[in-house]
């Protein structure tokens, strides 16, 4: 049996519950293809199933192995699999359901590889996929954003908020950023037509008749923002269901985001745009694989700027 190093959870509780240890390396199904992985992306939800709070959601059997995105290396590929090949450098998005990252080996569907970009380090590309496909599925799949409309973006400067912006610009549509004081400077970086501080003002007194929010914050942010959209308009919300609190006549709409990988069409095309200067990921800070426990802490408690991943 091969063998390989992972951080599992053992149990439900603080960063502590993270035990870097040797487990068995698992082999790829025909389907599959076994990636080295160079980095695990570190994203918010992982601290959330380590506490348990999303356990009813995804009751997993334990102990697991945490984490969802990633970079890294073929190392083996399964009998079906044609288009990748040892050797190739690649990243991912592992389905939620499935999870994994936080390890020296893992096996993932091959239709949902895409090749690493190539202007970008290991580290930096297991930073990108799920905040990316977040944000393209909230302005693409469901908001349907188009050039000219304008969307208002909450958490503008976090890791799916960066990257809206620049995919709205892309676009051609009209981005307006809520931030804090210190990242305002950073979202007009990014290209936002205008940034609103979150803390000094109230954005529901700047901003109205817009086409889009994307909401990633949620609570009174989502509450206060169902009067900035037009009729019509449709509020994208990473945090759970959203009920509109306007008048039915109105005809706004509210939708939950629950990323998935899809295939790998979505994050074929963010690689393109990183690799052509469009679209500039994340600021990595790195952890060593087997500090998970620190990064999880700093992810949970401290306010980082940078993504966290683990190497
Ligand atoms: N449903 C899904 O499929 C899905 C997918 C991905 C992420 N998520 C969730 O989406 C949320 C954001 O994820 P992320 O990775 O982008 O997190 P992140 O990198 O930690 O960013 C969060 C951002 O929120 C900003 N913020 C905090 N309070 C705010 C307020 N009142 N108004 C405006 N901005 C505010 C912070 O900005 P400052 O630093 O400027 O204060 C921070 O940059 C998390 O809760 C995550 O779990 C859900």
Do not use: C
Request: charged residues 20%; hydrophobic residues 45%.
């Amino acid at each position: 049996m091969n063998i390989m190093n992972a951080v599992r959870l053992h149990g439900y509780g603080d960063p502590e519950v993270l035990v870097y240890e040797t487990v068995p390396r698992p082999e790829p199904k025909a389907d599959e293809v076994l990636i080295r992985i160079h980095g695990a992306g570190v994203n918010p939800a992982d601290w959330k199933m380590r506490q348990g709070y999303l356990k009813d959601k995804f009751p997993f059997p334990l102990p697991l192995i945490l984490g969802y995105d990633l970079a890294g290396v073929v190392e083996a590929v399964g009998t079906q699999v044609t288009d990748l090949a040892v050797g190739d450098e690649v990243f991912a998005m592992v389905p939620l359901h499935q999870l994994g990252a936080y390890a020296e080996y893992t096996v993932v569907t091959a239709a949902l590889i895409a090749p690493k970009p190539s202007t970008v380090d290991f580290a930096t590309a297991a930073g990108i996929p799920s905040i990316a496909l977040t944000a393209w599925q909230s302005l693409f799949d469901l908001a349907q954003l188009e050039a000219g409309q304008t969307v208002l973006i909450h958490g503008a400067s976090g890791g799916v908020g960066r990257f809206a912006v620049q995919f709205a610009k892309w676009k051609g549509a009209i981005a307006i950023g809520t931030a804090s004081t210190q990242n305002l400077d950073a979202l007009r970086q990014l290209g936002v037509d205008r940034a609103i501080d979150y803390k000094a003002e109230r954005f529901e007194e700047q901003v109205s008749n817009v086409d889009v929010v994307l909401d990633t914050v949620g609570g009174n942010t989502r509450q206060r923002s169902w009067q900035v959209l037009k009729p019509g308009g449709v509020l994208i919300s990473t945090e759970g269901a959203a009920e509109p609190v306007v008048a039915p006549s109105t005809n706004i709409r509210g939708i939950a985001i629950f990323v998935t990988p899809h295939n790998n069409i979505q994050l074929r095309q963010i690689g393109s745009l990183i690799d052509s200067g469009v679209v500039q990921p994340p600021k990595v800070e790195k952890f060593a694989l087997q500090d998970a426990a620190k990064a999880h802490a700093a992810i949970q408690h401290e306010h980082r700027r940078g993504k966290l991943v683990l190497t």
